[in-house]
C-alpha cells in the first residue's frame, strides 16, 4: 500500500483517481503545521503540494520512504530539487493544466489596471462617485512586452492582440522565425523594456531571472509604463517597482504575486496604483480540477514503477552503461554549460560530436547531459537528464549528435557545436586519464582550460600588451589569476584569452575589460 500525503488545498475532484486506487492511502490535510508536517511526511511514499507547502531540504531528509513529489501546478520554485535529487526522490509537476487559468488572470489584470477597476470599485464601496478622478488608458495600439514566452506568455499574447495590442515579446528561445509564426514581435529584452507600454513577465523564478527586471532596466522602460507580474515574486525586484510607482516613473502595477507570500502589510500595497490578487493566478475550478487529476496520475504511475509526462529531475542510465559512460558526463554537462554562456542569440540547433573512445558506444546519454548543460542556462533545474531531448524539442532546438573519426589527436573528443539566429560557436573537450575534464578548443582556437570555478573568455585582436593590459587591470580589481591560455588563428589575428580566477568578476571590471583597445568581447562565467 502506498501512501500519498496531499499537504496543500487541491480539488476534491482532481483527486478522486487517488482517493478510489485500492493500492493507495491518501492522506489530505492542507492545514498542518510545520512539526506535523515533519511527522505525516515521515512515512509517505509521496507528497503532492501546491505553492504553500515548502518541499525544503530538512523535510526531505525526514523522510526515508519518500519515493516521489508531486506540484499541482508548474512552479517547483517551493521545492528543494537539489536535495530530492540527491536523495533519489522524483519530482513530477503538472505544467499544462492552469495555463488558461493564468493567462485569462493576466488579462483582467490588464484591463482592471488600465480602466482603474479596483480603486474605483473601492471608492464607490465607501459611498463615494469617483469619475475624474480613475480615468484610465485604452490598451488598443499600446504595446504589451512580454518577457517569457513559454505556455501563458504565448497565451496571453494571443488574447492581448484580441484587444488590438502590439506585441513584442523576449525569451531566449524565441527567434525571429518563431515570433512571426506567433504573430508577435521579437525583442531583446533591452528592446521589450523601451518599447512596452505595458510589461508582463512569465518566467519562472530562479537565479537567471531573480530581479531580472531591476532598477535599471525599470529606468529603460517608457515613462508611464504599467507593470504586471501573474509568474513569480522575485522576478520584479520589489523596492525597485515601489521607487520607480512612487517616483511616477511607472504609472502603476499588478501583481499576483510576491517575494514572500502571504503578502500582508506589504509596502507595494501602500501604493493606490498597485492593485493586487493573492496569488490566484491558476485557482479556478477548471484549472485545479486539472492539474489535480495530472498530477494524482502522474505520482500513481511513478509509484507503480511506470513513467511520467512531465518528469523535473530523475536519473534514468542503467548501471552497465553508468559505469562506462559516468566519467564523461560531467565533461558533457561542463562543455555544454561553458558554450551557453558565452553564445549570443536564440538557440536554433545543437550538434554534438563524439569520436575516439566514444566512437562505438550509445552516447546518446552524454548528449542528454550536454543539452542539460546547455539549457540549464535559461530554465535551471527544471531540465535535468530525462528531460532534456524533451525540453529541447519542446523549444523547437533541432539536436543532432554525430560520430566523427577526426580525433585532433585526443583517445576521445566531444565536441559541441550551437547555432543560434545570429551566430555559430563551437566547444570541444577531452578526458584526460587521471587529470579530469579539460577543454581543448573554442571556435577554433587550441587552448587548454578545466571547465570548473570562475572563467573570463576575452576576444581580441592579436597585438602586443593585450594580455598585460588584462593582468593590470584584474590586479586593480584583486582578482588573483589562477590560469591563462591564449589560442590565435594568425599572427595579428583574432585571438581569444580564456582565464581562470579566484573570484567571481564585479560587472565593472567586465565593462573595463571590455574598453581596453583591440578587446572585442569579455565574457565572465561560472562553471
Ligand atoms: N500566478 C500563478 O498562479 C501562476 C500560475 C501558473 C504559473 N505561474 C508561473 O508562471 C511561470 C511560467 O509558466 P509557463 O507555464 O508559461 O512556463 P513555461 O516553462 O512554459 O515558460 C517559461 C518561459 O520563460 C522563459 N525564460 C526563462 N528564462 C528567461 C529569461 N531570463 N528571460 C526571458 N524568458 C525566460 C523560458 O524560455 C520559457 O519559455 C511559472 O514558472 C510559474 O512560476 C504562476
Ligand atoms: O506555479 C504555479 O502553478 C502557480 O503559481 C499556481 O500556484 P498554486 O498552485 O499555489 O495556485
Known amino acids: 500500500m502506498y501512501r ?17 486506487a485500492t493500492d493507495v492511502e491518501t492522506v ?17 511514499n509521496a507528497i503532492i503540494v501546491r505553492s504553500q507547502t515548502q518541499v525544503t531540504r530538512e523535510l526531505i531528509e ?19 530539487l537539489e536535495a530530492a535529487t540527491e536523495h533519489g526522490v522524483v519530482v513530477v509537476n503538472a505544467p499544462d493544466g492552469n495555463t488558461i487559468s493564468t493567462a485569462e488572470h493576466t488579462m483582467a489584470m490588464l484591463m482592471a489596471l488600465a480602466r482603474n ?3 474605483a470599485y473601492h471608492q464607490l464601496k465607501q459611498n463615494k462617485w469617483e469619475r475624474k478622478k480613475f480615468v484610465g488608458v485604452e490598451l488598443k495600439d499600446k504595446t504589451l512586452g512580454i518577457v517569457g514566452f513559454g505556455r501563458i506568455g504565448k497565451e496571453v499574447a494571443h488574447r ?26 521579437h ?21 537567471e531571472t531573480k530581479h531580472l527586471i531591476n532598477r535599471d532596466s525599470i529606468q529603460l522602460m517608457k515613462t508611464g509604463a504599467r507593470i504586471l507580474n501573474c509568474a513569480r515574486g522575485g522576478i520584479i525586484e520589489e523596492d525597485a517597482l515601489y521607487e520607480a510607482v512612487k517616483s511616477g516613473k511607472i504609472a502603476g502595477a499588478a501583481l499576483d504575486v510576491f517575494e514572500e507570500e502571504p503578502a500582508i502589510d506589504h509596502p507595494l500595497l501602500s501604493l493606490s496604483e498597485v492593485i493586487a490578487t493573492p496569488h490566484l493566478g491558476a485557482s ?10 495530472d498530477i494524482s496520475y502522474d505520482v500513481m504511475e511513478l509509484l507503480r514503477g511506470g513513467t511520467v509526462r512531465h518528469p523535473v529531475n530523475m536519473p534514468s542510465v542503467s548501471a552497465e552503461m553508468m559505469e562506462r559512460l559516468s566519467p564523461y558526463f560531467q565533461l558533457s554537462e561542463k562543455l555544454g554549460a561553458f558554450l551557453s554562456k558565452v553564445v549570443d542569440g536564440a538557440l536554433e540547433r545543437i550538434t554534438v560530436y563524439y569520436s575516439g573512445e566514444l566512437l562505438d558506444v550509445d552516447t546518446t546519454p ?6 542539460k548543460g546547455i539549457l540549464q542556462r535559461y530554465i535551471g533545474n527544471r531540465v535535468n537528464d530525462v528531460n532534456a531531448f524533451k525540453t529541447a524539442s519542446d523549444k523547437g532546438i533541432v539536436i543532432n549528435e554525430q560520430k566523427s573519426t577526426s580525433t585532433k589527436g585526443f583517445t576521445n573528443l566531444v565536441r559541441i557545436e550551437i547555432e543560434t539566429d545570429r551566430e555559430t560557436r563551437s566547444i570541444s573537450g577531452t578526458l584526460l586519464i587521471g587529470l579530469g575534464a579539460r577543454v581543448v578548443m573554442l571556435d577554433h582556437h587550441s587552448i587548454d582550460v578545466v571547465p570548473h570555478g570562475h572563467l573570463i573568455v576575452i576576444q581580441h585582436k592579436d597585438q602586443p600588451g593585450a594580455i598585460g593590459r588584462v593582468g593590470s587591470l584584474l590586479a586593480e580589481y584583486e582578482v588573483n589569476i589562477a590560469t591563462m591560455q591564449v589560442g590565435r588563428t594568425n599572427q595579428g589575428g583574432d585571438a581569444v584569452m580564456v582565464l581562470t580566477v579566484d573570484k567571481e568578476v564585479e560587472e565593472n571590471c567586465r565593462e573595463q575589460l571590455a574598453g581596453v583597445a583591440d578587446i572585442r568581447q569579455v565574457q565572465c562565467l561560472t562553471l
Open 4 to 20: 500519498v500525503l496531499i499537504s496543500d488545498p487541491l480539488s476534491e475532484g482532481g483527486i478522486r483517481p487517488l482517493l478510489e
Open 187 to 207: 525583442g531583446s529584452l533591452e528592446e521589450v523594456l523601451q518599447q512596452a507600454d505595458f510589461l508582463t513577465v512569465h518566467t519562472p523564478l530562479m537565479d
Open 366 to 371: 552524454l548528449t542528454r547531459m550536454a543539452i
Open 117 to 119: 477597476i479596483p480603486q
Open 28 to 44: 489530505v490535510n492542507p492545514s498542518l503545521s510545520h512539526e506535523q508536517l515533519l511527522r505525516e511526511i515521515g512515512t509517505s
Open 62 to 80: 525526514q523522510a526515508p520512504e519518500l519515493r516521489v513529489i508531486g506540484r499541482a501546478g508548474v512552479g517547483v520554485d517551493n521545492i528543494d
Open 284 to 293: 479556478t475550478i477548471e484549472a485545479q480540477e486539472s492539474v489535480a487529476t
Open 160 to 185: 492581448a492582440k484580441g484587444h488590438r495590442m502590439n506585441v513584442v515579446a523576449y525569451d531566449p528561445f524565441l527567434t525571429k522565425e518563431k515570433a512571426d509564426k506567433a504573430g508577435v514581435n
